[in-house]
Protein backbone atom coordinates (compact mmCIF):
# COMPACT_ATOMS: atom_id res chain seq x y z
CA UNK A 1 0.00 0.00 0.00
CA UNK A 2 1.45 3.14 -1.12
CA UNK A 3 1.91 6.12 1.49
CA UNK A 4 2.73 9.49 2.44
CA UNK A 5 2.84 10.57 5.91
CA UNK A 6 3.29 14.15 6.73
CA UNK A 7 4.17 15.30 10.32
CA UNK A 8 5.51 17.79 12.68
CA UNK A 9 2.70 20.55 11.72
CA UNK A 10 1.49 22.52 14.43
CA UNK A 11 1.06 26.45 15.91
CA UNK A 12 3.67 28.34 16.17
CA UNK A 13 4.66 32.25 16.54
CA UNK A 14 5.74 34.47 14.16
CA UNK A 15 9.61 34.45 13.23
CA UNK A 16 9.23 30.68 14.94
CA UNK A 17 10.35 27.58 12.83
CA UNK A 18 8.85 24.15 12.12
CA UNK A 19 10.79 20.96 10.39
CA UNK A 20 8.39 19.01 8.72
CA UNK A 21 8.55 15.25 7.40
CA UNK A 22 7.05 13.07 4.86
CA UNK A 23 7.55 9.66 5.08
CA UNK A 24 6.80 7.21 2.12
CA UNK A 25 6.19 3.70 2.00
CA UNK A 26 4.72 0.96 -0.61
CA UNK A 27 6.92 2.07 -3.51
CA UNK A 28 10.77 3.10 -4.21
CA UNK A 29 11.44 6.40 -2.79
CA UNK A 30 14.84 7.40 -4.77
CA UNK A 31 12.80 7.08 -8.47
CA UNK A 32 10.39 9.89 -7.36
CA UNK A 33 10.84 13.53 -7.23
CA UNK A 34 9.49 15.28 -4.12
CA UNK A 35 7.13 18.14 -3.61
CA UNK A 36 6.01 20.44 -1.06
CA UNK A 37 2.34 22.05 -1.51
CA UNK A 38 0.49 24.12 0.64
CA UNK A 39 -3.15 25.27 0.75
CA UNK A 40 -5.31 27.46 1.90
CA UNK A 41 -9.39 27.65 2.05
CA UNK A 42 -10.63 29.08 -1.01
CA UNK A 43 -7.58 29.33 -2.89
CA UNK A 44 -5.07 26.58 -5.26
CA UNK A 45 -2.78 24.66 -4.02
CA UNK A 46 0.61 25.73 -4.71
CA UNK A 47 3.78 24.66 -4.91
CA UNK A 48 6.61 25.56 -1.91
CA UNK A 49 9.35 23.75 -2.78
CA UNK A 50 10.48 20.44 -4.63
CA UNK A 51 13.54 18.36 -5.03
CA UNK A 52 14.54 15.93 -7.56
CA UNK A 53 15.82 11.89 -7.26
CA UNK A 54 19.41 13.11 -5.98
CA UNK A 55 18.86 16.16 -4.16
CA UNK A 56 20.94 18.04 -6.92
CA UNK A 57 17.97 20.18 -8.21
CA UNK A 58 16.16 22.02 -5.82
CA UNK A 59 13.39 24.65 -6.28
CA UNK A 60 11.57 27.12 -4.29
CA UNK A 61 8.82 29.79 -4.16
CA UNK A 62 9.68 33.26 -4.44
CA UNK A 63 7.42 33.44 -1.27
CA UNK A 64 9.47 30.97 0.42
CA UNK A 65 13.16 31.69 -0.44
CA UNK A 66 15.96 32.07 2.08
CA UNK A 67 13.66 30.96 4.99
CA UNK A 68 12.62 26.83 3.79
CA UNK A 69 14.89 24.09 2.95
CA UNK A 70 13.62 21.34 1.25
CA UNK A 71 15.93 18.08 1.75
CA UNK A 72 15.43 13.98 1.58
CA UNK A 73 16.99 11.16 3.02
CA UNK A 74 16.44 8.09 0.29
CA UNK A 75 17.58 6.12 2.91
CA UNK A 76 15.13 6.89 5.22
CA UNK A 77 12.56 7.35 2.66
CA UNK A 78 11.65 10.67 3.85
CA UNK A 79 11.32 14.18 2.46
CA UNK A 80 11.69 17.22 5.16
CA UNK A 81 11.18 20.96 5.10
CA UNK A 82 12.95 23.24 7.58
CA UNK A 83 10.94 26.24 7.79
CA UNK A 84 12.65 29.38 9.54
CA UNK A 85 11.03 32.54 10.57
CA UNK A 86 7.52 31.88 9.99
CA UNK A 87 4.86 34.39 9.07
CA UNK A 88 1.25 34.51 9.75
CA UNK A 89 0.72 34.48 5.71
CA UNK A 90 2.42 30.30 5.87
CA UNK A 91 -0.23 29.28 7.66
CA UNK A 92 -1.92 26.22 5.59
CA UNK A 93 -2.55 23.07 5.13
CA UNK A 94 0.97 21.52 3.90
CA UNK A 95 1.18 18.01 1.61
CA UNK A 96 3.85 16.42 -0.15
CA UNK A 97 3.68 15.03 -3.37
CA UNK A 98 5.42 12.36 -5.00
CA UNK A 99 6.52 12.34 -8.97
CA UNK A 100 8.11 9.44 -10.65
CA UNK A 101 11.07 10.18 -12.91
CA UNK A 102 8.82 9.34 -15.78
CA UNK A 103 6.18 11.47 -14.92
CA UNK A 104 3.37 8.25 -15.28
CA UNK A 105 2.17 8.80 -11.55
CA UNK A 106 2.21 10.81 -8.66
CA UNK A 107 1.17 10.44 -5.49
CA UNK A 108 -0.02 12.89 -2.65
CA UNK A 109 -0.25 13.01 1.54
CA UNK A 110 -2.98 13.51 3.96
CA UNK A 111 -1.76 17.31 4.69
CA UNK A 112 -0.46 18.37 7.66
CA UNK A 113 -1.83 21.69 9.40
CA UNK A 114 0.57 24.67 9.90
CA UNK A 115 -0.61 27.63 11.64
CA UNK A 116 1.65 30.34 12.31
CA UNK A 117 0.34 32.77 14.82
CA UNK A 118 0.62 34.96 18.48
Known amino acids: QRQLVESGGGLVQPGGSLRLSCAVSGFTFSSYAMSWYRQVPGKERELVASINLYGSQINYADSVKGRFTISRDNAKSTVYLQMNSLKPEDTAVYYC???????????WGQGTQVTVSS
Open 97 to 107: KAVHFTNIHSY
